[in-house]
């Protein structure tokens, strides 16, 4: 806390961790010598940059940029990059740290990172989205490399940023390094199935979960927050798998529609037309649209997807799930539950699946990008959603393996946190004192 004053979220994903490993220190002493936990929360590297850009009007602006290079000691740095204007230091601190983690799990070497601006892409022009990013790329290029760091998307990165930040990638360094990015094009070295990889897994792990507790998304009602790239692929495969999905939001507020979300309005709006989600019930007077996203969890459902940002679960919205009969909680945003929230699913016995486990389906496809790029091929969609699945099945046997080894049976929290830790530790503690 002394070294890391103000960094709230930073300290939060730090103590979800560290208050699972005490099973750990107790069987295992040795994982408490050779300055683990001093190391493993001391990023490698911290970029801050300026990344200064030319708006429509001529007007100069200023954003800050960051790369946290936080640990590779399993392989490469491995994250997104979030454009939103509440990135800062902790912010990209917490997600690179809950990366290391969820790398690991995915079974794949990759190390961790994560990075961003506090750039707001919304209500700016192509133009303006391209400058900026041909900005930012300029200055982290150096830092960056297939075999280095492969930065991938996040809030406010899909793939029309993903596009002009390879181009000017390619353009400083002078060489076609596809495996440089991952969520690329497909046109250009991207990977089919890796749009979808972080919703469809999200829905893959918690079915798992569900399966193993004898209930399936089959016929449940679920309740999905955000609209953006993780949360639109989750209630695609929810509604695959035979579920009914009632409501879904953005920044501004949500909707809930009675006869179930119509997925390609909401595709349409907010991949094409990139508008607010308030829109959807034009199309669908049926549907109501409410101006406080937070009250998203006041809709009854077996079923809740968080899928838009951190602690976007508090306790008061935990309890009103838990009164209203929630089955489930899976995570496929970053953090989106505080810790009392967690404790709250947990005491009233809700299956709960934490996010470093349960959305790492998107850097899990990322990695299967990468090793497309390095062979110089691709692999259909099926191949790839088949490898997804099996990926996502071995990190949901993974974590329930270590609960119980570990004395606290079923707990994802602490089964996925110890599973991740010991994978990262054993590899420091064999590279020496780096
Ligand atoms: P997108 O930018 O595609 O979508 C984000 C969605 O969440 C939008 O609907 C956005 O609404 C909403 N949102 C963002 N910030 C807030 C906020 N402060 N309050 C309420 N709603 C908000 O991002 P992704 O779908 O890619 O990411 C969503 C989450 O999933 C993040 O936590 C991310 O870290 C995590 N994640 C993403 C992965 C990926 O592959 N993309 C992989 C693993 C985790 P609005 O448009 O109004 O801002």
Redesign the pocket.
């Known amino acids: 806390q002394e070294r890391n004053p103000f960094e709230v979220e930073f300290l939060q994903a730090v103590k979800e961790i560290f208050d699972s490993l005490l099973p750990v220190f107790i069987k295992n002493p040795q994982y408490m010598e050779n300055g683990i936990l001093e190391r493993i929360v001391e990023p490698e590297r911290l970029l801050i940059f300026r990344v200064p850009w030319v708006d429509d009007t001529g007007k100069v602006r200023v954003n800050r940029g960051f790369r946290v290079q936080f640990n590779s000691s399993i392989g490469p740095y491995k994250g997104?990059l979030?454009f939103?204007p509440?990135v800062n230091a902790s912010i990209i601190k917490f997600?690179g740290f809950e990366q290391i983690f969820?790398n690991a799990l995915t079974g794949l070497p990759i190390g961790g990172g994560k990075g961003g601006a506090d750039f707001d892409p919304?209500g700016k022009s192509d133009q303006e989205i391209m400058r900026f990013c041909q900005s930012f790329m300029t200055e982290l290029y150096k830092y960056i490399g297939p075999d280095k760091d492969v930065p991938?998307?996040?809030?406010?990165?899909?793939a029309r940023e993903i596009g002009y930040l390879f181009g000017q990638y390619k353009r400083l360094e002078g060489d076609f390094h596809a495996g440089v990015l991952t969520?690329k094009g497909l046109g250009y070295g991207g990977s089919l199935a890796r749009k979808e990889?972080?919703g469809y897994g999200t829905v893959y792990f918690v079915e798992e979960m569900l399966k193993a507790n004898g209930m399936s998304f089959s016929g449940s009602t679920v309740v999905v927050?955000?609209?953006?790239?993780?949360?639109?692929y989750a209630m695609e495969k929810a509604t695959q798998l035979g579920a009914k999905v009632v409501a879904c939001?953005?920044?501004?507020g949500y909707i809930y529609d009675p006869f179930g979300i119509n997925l390609s309005t909401v595709k349409r709006l907010?991949e094409v037309e990139r508008k607010?989600?308030e829109e959807y019930v034009n199309e669908h007077p049926h549907a109501q649209y409410s101006p406080d996203?937070?009250s998203i969890w006041s809709i009854p459902c077996d079923i809740a997807l968080p899928?838009?940002?951190?602690n976007?679960i508090n306790a008061d919205s935990a309890l009103l799930l838990i009164e209203n009969g929630v089955k489930a909680v899976g995570e496929?945003?970053?953090?989106?539950s505080t810790l009392d929230a967690i404790e709250l699913f947990h005491k009233h016995h809700v299956l709960f699946g934490p996010?470093k486990a349960v959305?790492?389906?998107?850097?899990a496809v990322?990695a299967l990008e990468m090793a497309q790029n390095s062979m110089r091929l691709s692999w259909s969609f099926e191949e790839v959603d088949v490898k997804l699945q099996e990926i996502m099945k071995n990190i949901y046997q993974k974590s329930m393996e270590c609960a119980e080894e570990y004395g606290q049976p079923n707990n994802l929290v602490v089964g996925a946190n110890i599973a991740g830790f010991l994978t990262v530790a054993d590899a420091m503690i064999a590279q020496g004192v780096i």
């Open positions: 997104g979030r939103h509440t997600l969820k919304k991938a998307g996040d809030i406010g990165v899909g969520g990889a972080t927050s955000g609209s953006g790239n993780v949360s639109i939001s953005d920044s501004d907010k607010r989600i996203c937070s899928c838009a940002t951190q976007e496929g945003a970053n953090m989106p996010g959305n790492a389906g998107g850097v990322s």
